[in-house]
C-alpha cells in the first residue's frame, strides 16, 4: 500500500485473450509496487543538516626557558678563578706592534699594544666604565690600579697608558700562568700568560 500523497506514473498493461501474455504482469507490479512507495511526500518538511561541530583552536606551544648566562663567582684565591676563554694573536703593523686576546671570529677583550712612534704601551680592555674608573691588574707579584680613558672607538674600550719600562709590564708576562683584569662594572678578566705578552713589551724598548 502505498503512502498517502505519493505519486506513481504507472502505464496500466492492456490486456490480451491470451493466457500467455498475462504472466509477466505479476512481476511487473512487484517491482514498480515498492518504487512507488519509496518516493517522499512533497509536502513532507526537509530537516536541515546539522551544523558541523564548533572548531577548537590547538593550544599554543609551551615555550622552552631561555638559558640564563651564568656569571661565575669570583671568590676565594684569584688564582683558582675560571679562565676567561680566547687566545692570544700577534700582529704587526705601521704603528708597531699588538698582543690580542679574545675569542677566536670576535672582538677582542684585551689588547696590548706597542706604539713605536710615542713611545708608550697601551693596555686596552673591552666596555665602557663609568666615571673613567682605575682599571686593577692582579699579578702573582704586583697588584696595582692604574688609570684609564675611552679610546673613543666601536666597540668600546679602556686604555691605560704605560711607560715601556714599567715595571707592571714584567709582572704581567712573568706572572705565573694567569693575571686579573678588574674594572667597576665591567666583567672580571682572567687573562692567561703567553709569550705574546712580552714580545710586545720587548718590541717598545728596542
Known amino acids: ?4 500523497g505519493a505519486r506513481c506514473a504507472v502505464e496500466r498493461t492492456p490486456r490480451f485473450p491470451h493466457k500467455a501474455a498475462m504472466r509477466p504482469f505479476p512481476l511487473l507490479a512487484f517491482v514498480l509496487i515498492p518504487a512507488c512507495a519509496a ?3 512533497a509536502d513532507r518538511a526537509v530537516r536541515p543538516a546539522p551544523p558541523p561541530p564548533p572548531v577548537t ?20 684565591d684569584w688564582r683558582d678563578w675560571p679562565v676567561t676563554r680566547g687566545d692570544w694573536v ?7 706592534s699588538i698582543a690580542l686576546f679574545g675569542p677566536p ?4 677583550e684585551l689588547t696590548l699594544r706597542c706604539d713605536r712612534l710615542e713611545a708608550r704601551v697601551y693596555l686596552s680592555r673591552r666596555g665602557a666604565a663609568p666615571g673613567n674608573a682605575p682599571m686593577t691588574v692582579r699579578t702573582s707579584s704586583t697588584l696595582r690600579s692604574i688609570a684609564t ?3 673613543g672607538g666601536s666597540p668600546s674600550y679602556m686604555a ?3 711607560d715601556p719600562r714599567d715595571t707592571l709590564l714584567d709582572a704581567i708576562g712573568f706572572s705565573r700562568g694567569r693575571f686579573v683584569i678588574e ?12 709569550a705574546e705578552i712580552l714580545r710586545v713589551t720587548e718590541d717598545c724598548r728596542k
Request: hydrophobic share 35%; net charge positive; aromatic share 6%.
Open 105 to 108: 671570529g670576535g672582538d677582542a
Open 149 to 151: 680613558q675611552p679610546t
Open 183 to 194: 674594572q667597576a662594572t665591567l666583567p672580571v678578566l682572567v687573562i692567561p700568560v703567553w
Open 90 to 96: 700577534y700582529r704587526q703593523d705601521g704603528r708597531g
Open 57 to 76: 583552536a590547538a593550544p599554543p606551544p609551551a615555550q622552552r626557558p631561555v638559558p640564563s648566562v651564568i656569571t661565575p663567582l669570583y671568590r676565594g
Open 39 to 41: 518516493v517522499p511526500p
Open 160 to 162: 691605560a697608558s704605560l
Open 1 to 4: 500500500m502505498s503512502r498517502p
